[in-house]
Structures are given as structure tokens and as C-alpha cells.
């Protein structure tokens, strides 16, 4: 059964940083791509980054240049290093993997980012 459980969330003032980790079980972590999502309160959830298999990455246009995604093989843990935080960047965290044409999500992990 995979399992994704996210944590770093928090409350940090405008302009600092957080790290989300997002630990994998019970997948062949090696060959799985996992993204992260966000969703604000009143508003879709949105993609924000994703690895591939390959350690390709993707970040979507709104957080680009402030955050980064990436890997620990070792420790089956996906980083979503989160700097120059803006208030909008307020939401519920949510990483995310597919096996099997089976969605799996984790609980998500809270980030609000005060003025």
C-alpha cells in the first residue's frame, strides 16, 4: 500500500523559507514520480512541482525561481525547498504519486506565510 506523509509545514513570516519533505512507502520509490500540490482555502487545488523517475523537474510559473524540488534516494523522501515566501503562498500542501493508474495522496501539511 503507498503511503505519502508530508511535514515541514508552518507559519513563517513573508520573504523566509520552509522545507516540505514528502516520505514514500510501499512503492518502488527508484521508479516513481511524485508532484506537489497546494490548496488555499475557497480555491481548487493547484499543481506546484514535480520530479520525474528520471529526477527531471517541473515547477509551475507562479513559484518558479523561488522553489525547488528534489530527491533523497536513500532516505525515499521528495524536498519541496520553498524560499522567498509570499502570503499567496498560504495553502495545505499536498504531495502526490501514481502506481498503477492508482492517485495516491498524502494528509497534506499547512504553510501560512504572514505579511
Known amino acids: 500500500q503507498v503511503q505519502l506523509v508530508e511535514s515541514g509545514g508552518g507559519l513563517v513570516q513573508a520573504g523566509g523559507s520552509l522545507r516540505l519533505s514528502c516520505a514514500a512507502s510501499?512503492?518502488?520509490?527508484?521508479?516513481?514520480?511524485i508532484g506537489w500540490y497546494r490548496q488555499a482555502p475557497g480555491n481548487q487545488r493547484e499543481w506546484v512541482a514535480r520530479?520525474?523517475?528520471?529526477?527531471?523537474?517541473n515547477v509551475a510559473d507562479s513559484v518558479k525561481d523561488r522553489f525547488t524540488i528534489s530527491r533523497d534516494y536513500a532516505k525515499k523522501t521528495v524536498y519541496l525547498q520553498m524560499d522567498s515566501l509570499k502570503p499567496e503562498d498560504t495553502a495545505v500542501y499536498y504531495c502526490?504519486?501514481?502506481?498503477?493508474?492508482?492517485?495516491?495522496w498524502g494528509q497534506g501539511t499547512q504553510v501560512t506565510v504572514s505579511s
Open positions: 502526490k504519486t501514481t502506481v498503477l493508474g492508482r492517485v495516491s
Open positions: 510501499g512503492v518502488d520509490f527508484s521508479i516513481t514520480a
Open positions: 520530479i520525474s523517475s528520471a529526477d527531471s523537474t
